[in-house]
């Protein structure tokens, strides 16, 4: 998301993500990026819808069985069946529903044009001991007592913070649960990337749900020990009803991240495929980040919930300054605009040329005026529209572009060479002669170019 510029320069740009990040994430690629986000719903409430439920009540998703618009007919709604949205507003004198599906719009519906979505989706469970527990060998030890009591009724996933630390763990493991366990048998696995070998991860995946036999008259399920990198976007498949009764896979998180996104990755392991799930957070007491967020902690909040608020503040703390940093580059790309027609037109000097340079480099140390100063004075035959004023508000729409002079990128066809001409896609394609060898060019690129006096 680096390229601002390029992102608005597009009327609509839709994207999916399994992950959508933090409140301060989302609210500066909206004040940034015009980018609104909005919730998918799962896949199996869009498949089928609870006619027989009670009424929605405002703020639950919603399925539409019929695109019938308002009681007087004027608006179809058309292509909206099947839709997930979200039930924002209620009109009881007319029987009519405000739906939201996303962007900030919504539209009415009758009352009997939608029905109430089944939670078909489990949220998984958590099974956390409430506090953390002090020093690392103590929480290791916790680890490894609750991985070793559920593994014979389901499979366990821990997350470890370090490849050292998954070793240690995985060998402690085995030395407590003994010679099933044992390191010939994959009883305990140690997810890790094998750069000889780099197939062997996703067949540790897929082999880390499957049952793991004790004997004849017995069976369990399989340890798998792995860091961040094993906690996302692999899929740990569980196929076995026994597992679901049994509160599905068990995920076990030693550290927390302060990022949402990565905690959503973490625990979207669990509870896939409209499986059960279940997870638990077994924290470092020592630890500065835990430290920090029981400090902080708020009267019934949980303490992941606590260090995932502190990372959001961290990370708004951290975007605050870039809208700043934000505004110069649009300057930049505005004045390279107009410093790229003169210099192609050979309307620039080699002085001009050089203070473009170190304007180019040294930018970011000087604010908007001085800025726009050195530019004007530099190329004085230049003329610097102000900006767009910015939205104070931000509303969904696709972004006008401004009107642009623009230029033809034109290749040699028998030489290479390029160069520039000023044309746009409604007139004839130019006829410019080669600067090298005289041949006629070929357009090659559009290339749109801010309106200059140039």
């Known amino acids: 998301l680096c390229r601002l510029q390029c992102f608005r320069t597009y009327a609509c740009i839709f994207g999916l993500t399994g992950s959508l990040g933090q409140e301060s994430e989302k609210q500066y690629l909206l004040d940034y990026y015009d980018a609104v986000t909005f ?3 799962f896949f199996l409430d869009t498949c089928r819808s609870d006619e027989e439920a009670p009424s929605p009540h405002e703020g ?3 399925i539409i069985n019929d695109e019938q618009g308002d ?3 004027r608006s179809s709604r058309k292509g909206t069946k099947g839709s997930i949205g979200m039930l924002v507003e209620r009109n009881p004198k007319q029987k009519m529903c405000r739906v939201d599906f996303g962007d900030e719009k919504g539209l009415w519906y009758q009352e009997g044009c939608i029905a109430k979505c089944p939670s078909s989706k489990r949220a998984p469970a958590d099974i956390s001991i409430a506090e953390p527990v002090k020093g690392w060998e103590v929480q290791e030890q916790s680890v490894i007592e609750l991985a070793a009591r559920k593994c014979s009724e389901v499979p366990v996933l821990v997350l470890a913070r370090s490849s050292n630390a998954v070793q240690r763990l995985a060998g402690r493991l085995r030395e407590h649960l003994g010679e099933c366990y044992g ?8 997810l890790l990337q094998n750069p000889r070998n780099p197939q062997e991860f996703v067949q ?3 082999l880390s749900t499957e049952p793991l036999p004790l004997g004849e008259a017995q069976s369990g399920w399989r340890i798998t ?7 996302r976007g692999h899929d740990y498949r569980v196929v076995d009803p026994s597992i679901d009764d049994n509160g599905g896979l068990l995920l076990i998180l030693t550290w927390m991240p302060w990022s949402e996104r990565e905690w959503i990755q973490f625990i979207g392991r669990t509870g896939r495929q409209d499986h059960a799930g279940q997870y638990a957070t077994i924290l470092d007491a020592e630890d500065e980040k835990v430290q920090a967020a029981v400090s902080q902690r708020k009267p019934s909040e949980k303490l992941p919930d606590t260090i995932l608020r502190l990372g959001d503040e961290d990370t708004a703390g951290k975007l605050k300054g870039v809208g700043t940093d ?3 580059a649009k300057l930049m790309h505005r004045l390279t605009s107009h410093y790229w027609t003169a210099h192609k037109s050979d309307k620039t000097s080699k002085n001009q040329d050089w203070v473009w340079k170190k304007l180019c480099a040294e930018y970011m140390g000087l604010s908007l005026d001085a800025i726009t100063k050195t530019f004007t004075d530099a190329l004085p035959e230049i003329t610097v529209e102000p900006p767009e004023p910015e939205k104070t508000e931000k509303v969904y729409a696709p972004t006008q572009s401004a009107p642009l002079k623009s230029m033809a990128e034109l290749t040699c066809s028998k030489c290479g060479h390029i160069s520039f001409a000023h044309w746009t896609p409604d007139k ?3 006829r410019v002669d080669c600067e090298k060898c005289g041949t006629r060019t070929l357009v090659s690129a559009f290339v749109p170019v801010y309106s200059s006096s140039i």
């Open 428 to 430: 004839p394609v130019p």
């Open 71 to 73: 009681a007087e007919g």
């Open 60 to 62: 639950e998703l919603v």
């Open 204 to 206: 540790l995946v897929e």
């Open 183 to 190: 390191g010939d048998t994959r009883g305990v696995i140690e």
């Open 326 to 328: 934000i505004a110069k």
């Open 225 to 231: 020990v792995t860091t961040a990198e094993g906690g």
């Open 39 to 41: 919730n998918v719903p």
